[in-house]
């Protein structure tokens, strides 16, 4: 587990008035290990925010906005990072003092978008209702529960994401499996 204050200090800026002359971000915090040593190298991996004014925490959209130095053309290395960030499992865990579901679907579509557009898999959002420290434990929806089920699932979940041409059977799930009658 790492937590992204640990490692960012600075947004992004525009790298074309900010890049070093060899292609590396000028940013002297430590986003790069964060990136490179962890983030890229992963399978899968979960991100935790609350929620604040209906979107992700500003450290949390600051990772995302960070990426942009090393996928875009202008980083030497933008092949091998794009490579890094493509085919992961993506899970999602959020914390928020409304019990209104809809306050958190820009954050739910704006994962789902970015598992899209890096062909990743966004398999699995838990909810946790609160706001006081430690209040999320009392969430009569056992949020608790469904962030340990999310890890003891993670990399085995099924993942769907069906398009118009995707070749696929008639079902979604086996038609017999140990305990259920088809």
Not at 150 to 156: I, T, V
Request: hydrophobic share 35%.
């Amino acid at each position: 587990m790492h937590f992204i204050d640990d490692f960012i200090s600075s947004f992004l800026r525009d790298c074309r008035s900010c890049r070093l002359p060899g292609g590396e971000c000028a940013i002297t915090d430590r986003f790069r290990t964060l990136f490179f040593d962890h983030f890229l190298p992963a399978q899968g991996v979960v991100f935790c925010s609350p929620v604040y004014w209906y979107g992700l925490s500003a450290q949390t959209k600051a990772f995302f906005d960070r990426t942009f130095c090393y996928y875009a053309a202008s980083y030497p290395g933008s092949a091998e990072v794009i490579e890094g960030m493509t085919g992961k499992r993506v899970g999602l865990v959020l914390a928020s003092e409304e019990t209104y579901p809809g306050a958190s679907l820009g954050i739910v579509h704006q994962l789902q978008e970015y598992s899209r557009y890096t062909r990743s898999e966004f398999v699995g959002i838990v909810r946790g209702i609160g706001n006081s420290r430690g209040e999320v434990a009392r969430d009569p929806g056992s949020p608790l529960l469904a962030a340990e089920q999310l890890g003891r699932e993670f990399f085995e979940r099924k993942y769907s994401d069906f398009r118009l041409d995707t070749e696929r059977s008639g079902r979604v799930w086996p038609l017999s499996e140990p305990g259920i009658n088809p």
